[in-house]
């Protein structure tokens, strides 16, 4: 069973408008209404694959109340965290040229007790029977930034294995406690190691600098390259090839995080599957979570030899 | 349209030797009922898309399938192995054996069994339910009710 908590969910709008223009009432074309959250996402894409998940999440207010009620009809198992402050809504803005605007809300402020609260939720979640529990996103304000390394220690007790796929202060305060799997994309893998990344082997020793500091292995997802594994044994390059064309990137590091755990959560069976769920999951609109007969068609590559020169996309 | 499961396609008692095998066995069923027209070919599909990715779920589920030429109506089959067949999942061994056929370009009708075999098995009184079956009647009649809605 794999626990997910996600500490900053959100209800995602989605308008289109013909072209923006600031300072003017424009009236939108479409609109749209999903569930956001990084740990949710990671769920759904279980349960879509059959694996036992439970997604602990914090709501509060109608954004909330409104969150769950979509989430309930996804299948995932909730556990949520009621909280004072209203879930957040996050704006997107989408131009039919391409142009894409997002506008993130911060989230509400938790309280304390709310933080404990979390931390509680997540714990007995966990109970004495989950083999994973995945800390995700970013923090509302308020939680202490070493939440995941407290959810990690705990975890731990518990006999629970740990990933964390959150960025900035957030990151950087899991390593020391040791989580199992950390997983940034690029930018957040740069950004954590405090180094420029243009090669795969860039990519690696960036990726070393956060097992110094203490994660057991690296999953970084490299959007068009695929993701690099490091662990104890090394590092891996896997990449994949889509079987259709590239229509949303929104949750591809959430469904290649999920395809890693439901694999096992380690070495190079989990590192294909990773790659080829989060490839199968750019072919699909917003943040749909790919299905298995999604993955049907996606040609996976993995190398243990890994080529440093090679220049990444981004 | 023909059934997507029947009581020939199921199979209470698996050999367990390996994954070949227990694959072998119900494409066999698959064959002497029509709905598959090569069976080593259907077979080296199935392997195909085994080799790319392991088709093994955690808790104790393998559901080998491809979409193939070698088909020719939509089905589903399933064996129940008491000892266990690898399938690639983490956590072991598999007991429950899906194996999906769909005629090749036909996207739709394998993407919803697929799918909704696989949100069922997220269920452990579901796949209870399929372990403790007495008859492949009662296999079809659960199958058909929990993932066909019917």
Known sequence: MIVTVTANPSLDRTVEVDRLRRGEVQRALTTSVDAGGKGVNVSRALVAHGYPTRAVLCSGG?????????????????REVPVTGGTRSNLTLVEPEGTVTKLNEPGPGLSESEVDAVLAAALEAIGGEADWVAGCGSLPPGMPVDIYARLT????????????????????????????????????????????????????????????RGAGAVLASLGPDGAILLDRTGARHASARPAGSVVSTVGAGDATLAGFLAAGGAGERALRAAVCW????????????????????????????????RVLTK | MSDLITVDLVELDLPGQDRKAATAALANRLAKEGRVTDVEGFLADVRAREEQLPTGIEGGIGIP??????????????????????????????????????????????????????????????????????????????????VLGR
């Open chain 2, 65 to 146: 399938h491809a979409r193939s030429a070698h088909v020719t109506t939509p089905s589903l089959a399933f064996g129940r192995c008491a000892d266990g067949v690898d399938f690639g999942a983490s956590d072991g061994p598999a007991d429950l054996v899906f194996l999906i056929a769909a005629p090749d370009g036909e996207g739709a009708e394998h993407m919803t069994i697929l799918a909704s075999l696989a949100r069922r098995l997220v269920h452990d009184s579901f796949k209870n339910a399929l372990r403790t079956a007495p008859t492949p009647d009662a296999v079809v009649t659960l199958i058909e009710k929990e």
């Open chain 1, 153 to 212: 220690a705990r975890a731990h007790e518990l006999g629970a294995r740990v990933a964390v796929d959150t960025s900035g202060a957030a990151l950087d305060a899991c390593l020391s406690a040791g989580p199992d799997l950390v997983k940034p994309n690029l930018d957040e893998l740069a950004a954590c190691a405090g180094a420029e990344i243009r090669t795969l082997g860039d990519a690696v020793k960036a990726a070393q600098v956060l097992r110094d």
């Open chain 1, 278 to 309: 989060g490839t199968a999951a750019v072919t699909l609109p917003g943040s749909s979570m790919p299905a298995p007969d999604h993955l049907d068609r996606v040609t996976a590559e993995v190398q243990r030899s890994i080529d440093p020169d």
């Open chain 1, 62 to 78: 109608f954004a909330g109340l409104e969150l769950l009620a979509l989430l309930r009809e996804t299948g995932v198992p909730l």
